[in-house]
């Protein structure tokens, strides 16, 4: 189905036709009209699905055919989202989606200074994409008025609960004037989602794209059992043989990130850590850098990757597997995005065995398992030679170089690209 019967304003078929959208994808075809229509929604959606354009471009339809154009005005469309990076890209759609048309949004989120923000809405604003913890800031300094919010939505609602933003919400939901139209997105279905959808919720349409949990179907997903101290030269080895070019690694903690992306890097698999205690203008320097090409593999927790959009995504790595199973289908929602294919690896180490069980328990079916013919495991140093201090002195006086226990990874095809700046 196109775009084009859907009711939507001719300047934002325009500006789907810019994007080079040509279809739209399930969600877009059964959200948008019953948008338009006014009923609030129950969206059962990932990321990767379409499902912003399925609620940005007939919230900026309704908004402008009651468009108000003074300074003063409020913001007539609110919507939340549970991270920094997500509000960034739904408000970047709403823009591009609304480049034709004279509709303003901003978006609101910590992290970073608040004047500008209070400027922004000063000077008048349709739509607000925000976080609930700097929208709250924005309420209590009474900087932000919603009392005209005509439509409201909730995006990632599984995230906002896993984040603990329960509350937030609440406070939030309580400033909105009691008739608006309200749309939910939610990947997973949950009782915590059921019980918010009946609080929030009227009469709703209930849009369902993916089998509830259910990992998206252009997925190949593959695990390769390795041991813990294999885990890293096993993927550098596959990034390497396979030309991966773009991939996504997801990790449990900080410190791993960090030491993972060290690692490839050094191995010459150009690599970056985002997570949370990196400033946002150096996360999104990372995410540039990788959508650019520069950086071949990035390295993340779940936190920081909550929400980034990344188009083309060949390969995600599960190199730790996640804690909850849900996030499994979070997190290879990242590849096979809007019809176009991608695959996701988990390495699982016999620690991860029962980790494993209960993915494929919620999946419901197993993984296939792969082995890496080429793959030779990387034989450790058993006695790193700095625990032998007379050795290395040895070592120094006979001139002799110093032997690494830093092993070199063994490649099969050449890289597809390299770094083009440090
Ligand atoms: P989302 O699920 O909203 O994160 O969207 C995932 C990606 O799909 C984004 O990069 C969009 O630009 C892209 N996209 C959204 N709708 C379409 C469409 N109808 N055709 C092709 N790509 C789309």
Excluded: C
């Amino acid at each position: 189905m196109t775009f084009k019967r859907m009711g939507l304003l001719p300047e934002i078929l325009k500006a789907v036709d810019a994007q080079g959208y040509i279809k739209a994808t399930p969600i877009q075809m059964h959200a948008i009209p019953a948008i338009l229509d006014g009923r609030d929604i129950l969206g059962g959606a990932q990321t990767g699905t379409g499902k912003t354009a399925a609620f940005a471009l007939p919230i900026l339809t309704i908004l402008n055919e009651n468009r108000h154009t003074s300074k003063a005005r409020k913001p007539k469309a609110l919507i939340l989202a549970p991270t920094r990076e997500l509000a960034d890209q739904v408000g970047e759609s709403f823009r591009n989606y609304g480049v034709f048309l004279p509709l303003e949004t901003v978006t609101i989120y910590g992290g970073v200074k608040i004047n500008p923000q209070i400027s922004n809405l000063k000077n008048g604003t349709d739509i607000v994409v925000a976080t609930p913890g700097r929208l709250l800031d924005h309420l209590g300094q009474k900087t932000i008025d919603l009392s005209e919010i005509e439509i409201f939505v909730l995006d990632e609602a599984d995230r906002m609960l896993d984040t603990g933003f329960i509350r937030d919400i609440k406070k939030i939901v309580q400033a909105l004037p009691e008739r608006r139209q309200n749309l939910l997105f939610s990947a997973t279905y949950g009782n915590d989602i059921k019980a918010l959808a009946k609080d929030i919720l009227k009469n709703p349409v209930s849009v369902e794209v993916t089998k509830r949990n259910a990992a998206a179907d252009k997925v190949d997903q593959f695990v390769y059992f390795t041991t813990k101290n294999q885990k890293r030269h096993l993927l550098a080895h596959l990034i390497q043989e396979e030309s991966w070019y773009q991939v996504l690694v997801f990790v449990k903690t900080k410190h791993g990130a960090n030491r993972l992306a060290a690692q490839l890097d050094k191995g010459g698999i150009p690599s970056s850590a985002i997570h949370g205690n990196k400033s946002q203008a150096a996360r999104t320097r990372a995410l540039n850098a990788f959508k650019k090409g520069d950086i071949q593999a990035l390295v993340a927790t779940d936190i920081a990757a909550r929400g980034i959009d990344l188009q083309d995504l060949s390969h995600v790595v599960n190199y730790d597997l996640p804690n909850v199973p849900e996030d499994y289908v979070h997190r290879i929602g990242r590849t096979g995005r809007a019809g176009k294919s991608g695959i996701a690896i988990s390495l699982v180490t016999p620690e991860d065995k029962q980790h494993l069980q209960r993915i494929q328990r919620v999946l419901k079916h197993t993984i296939p398992v792969k082995t890496n013919g080429t793959f030779k495991p990387v034989v450790q140093n058993p006695h790193p030679i700095s625990s032998y201090p007379e050795q290395n002195n040895a070592a120094k006086t006979a001139g002799k170089p110093q032997q690494k226990a830093q092993p070199t990874y063994r490649t099969g095809a050449p890289q597809r690209r390299r770094r083009r700046s440090a």
